[in-house]
Each structure stands twice: as C-alpha cells, then as structure tokens.
C-alpha cells in the first residue's frame, strides 16, 4: 500500500482543462480556537478539519458523508472562503482560491456556489423571490432591467416553479419549493460547481427524491459538478460518483460508490453502511451500533481517533498475543484493544496498488473486509 497525499492526482489542473480535476483540495485545515478566563486567552483549539485532501472532476459528484460534528459542512464552507482555512490550499480550476485577490475572488465565486441545508433561514423573509435569485446576477453586474426579470423567470421555469411566483415571499411556500428556489439562485451565476450541503435533510421524504431529481437533471443539463454533503448513506448511493467518508475532521475512506458500498475497508464505514436500509432485503443484515458519542475534535483520542468506539480493535485484541494489545479505560469501563489502534495513527493509504483509487486510513483494513 501506497500512503494517498492526495486522492486522485497530484498534477495542477488548468482552466479547460477537463481532463485534470476542476478542484483540488490539498491538506486543508479549519482549526477554531478555544478561549477561556477573563482574558480570552487562546487554551487550545477545535480540529474541525484536519489535513483533509480531495478532487472533484468535471461534471463529477463528490458525496461526503459522517456523522454530525464530523466536519463535512466546514470543509463545503472553507474551500469556499465562508470560514477563514488555518492552513492547506484549494484551486478551482487552476487557480488558487485561498491566494485569490478581491477580484479574482468575484470571478471565482461565479463558479462556485452553494445550496444551503436549511430552506427557511437561507432566504431573506423581506426579499422577493425575485430578489433573491436575482441579486446574485445583478451584485456581478450580468444582466438588469427586463433581461434580469426573463433570466429569473428563466431560473425559476428551470426549477420546476412558475415565473410568476417572483412577485411572493419565502414564506409563502413549502420547504421544498423554497429550496427549489435556493438552486435557482445558486445557478443564476452559471456555476461550475456547488457544494450541496445536506439539501434534502430538512425537507418531507416524499420531496427529497423531487429535488435530488432536480439536481440530477441539472448536473446533466449544464455539465455540474457537486461536493454532496449528507449524513445518509442511502442518498449519498443514489447520487454520487464517488464517495469520501469522514470522521472527526478527517478522510476515513474515499472510493469509488460501487467499491465503497460493495466493499468497505474502514470499521467506520461498515457501522454507517449498516444502519442503510435494504429496499427488499435477501440476507439479513445485522446493525453496528457504535457505542459512545463522537469524541470531541478539541481533544481527540491518541492514535486512531476512531479506537473508543471501533469494534474491529476489541475483536482482534481477543484472539492477538498479550503483547499486540493493551487496556485501556473507555467511559469508566476497561477494554483491551489492539495497541497499535491506541498508538499510532494510521494514514489513508491505497488499497490495491499505486494506481487504486480506494483508500482507507485503518491499520486493519484487510482484516475490516466483509
Ligand atoms: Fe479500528 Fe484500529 Fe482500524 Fe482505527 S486503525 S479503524 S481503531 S481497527
């Protein structure tokens, strides 16, 4: 196995060039710092995103998946300069994001936008739906007067809503057809790219499969791609090209959906897999429920940060020799694990050779094969 820096390629991508990756995250780090006392001083900090690394192609959907607090959202927020790195770099293609001037900025903005988890408070409740999905187009000064009015009808046809609700308010709608109009807003600056960032998890079940239809449908039309951040499995399967799983501000696992689904080499992703449910299930499959809460980011655990909780290092301390294990307390109670899970921390590496695109970072992940 090869130590994977970076998921895909190492080579810088060029504007147009569809070939090389449209963005390129390189050991990106979101580090918030801690205060305390009457001098707020700096105690430690809260490792929301810890060297994490991805591409996205062209036209490429990108799911990354884990539990709440896991750091998927920072990372969508980061690479798009809403919160401040602490270090790492991003280029979208071929430019540097992090290094960008204001006016650079302005141009990349354009091609990279976002859609917000949350429907209601993503749109102003004093602004028109009008407003809203024009302001974008006339803050980069693309079009006003009576082309700004067709292209928001234009947006609004797009998104499966009627023109003439532009003249309406956010809250005379549905959560659905307010995040419909969150997209047409996101599209109106012909973006590249969109970070989706938990788009269907505030919205009924029965309108989630309209806008990931949605979603589908426009990536097709006008060659998108999407960082599709989700705590669901089940959606992220259906939408995405590849998967990159996270746990506690890192990359656990990263493949391709078919490999990653099929066969998951991080006791990590197989808990999270378990709990997907089966459409018509053949054999049964048993839960992995996780014990404990997710530790916290401001003072994770030595090594694999995933050790309290990984039932793979307690069931391969059972039958390894006394010296390949060691005790340890886990919430008051004492448990053996393997020592090198408490001791080291492992790295994403290759599964299957220099070229593979799986990567898992599991010191075991042979031995984490179904
Ligand atoms: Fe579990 Fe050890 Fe693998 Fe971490 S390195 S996921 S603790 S088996």
Redesign the pocket.
Known sequence: MTTATQNDTTSASAAGDKSAPLLEVEHLKTYFPVKRGLMKRTVGYVKAVDDVSFTVGHGETLGLVGESGCGKTTVGRTLLRLIPATGGSVRFDGTDVFDADRQTMQRLRRGMQIIFQDPVGSLNPRMTVGRIVGEPIQVHGLASGSALTDRVADLLNRVGLSPDYATRYPHEFSGGQRQRIGIARALGLKPKFIVCDEPVSALDVSIQSQVLNLLNDLQDEFGLAYLFVAHNLAVVEHFSDRVAVMYLGRI?EVADRDTLYADPR???THALLSAVPLPKPIVEKKRIVLQGEVPSPSNPPS??H??PR?P??RT?AENAGGSDTVQIRINGESHT??A??VNES?TLDRIGGEDASHCA?????E??KR
Request: a neutral charge; aromatic letters at 12%; glycine letters at 4%.
């Open positions: 656990v991080h006791p990590y090594g694999c995933f050790h990984c793979l290092a391969l694990l393997m090198k899970c492992p970072a599991c010191h075991f992940s031995e984490a």
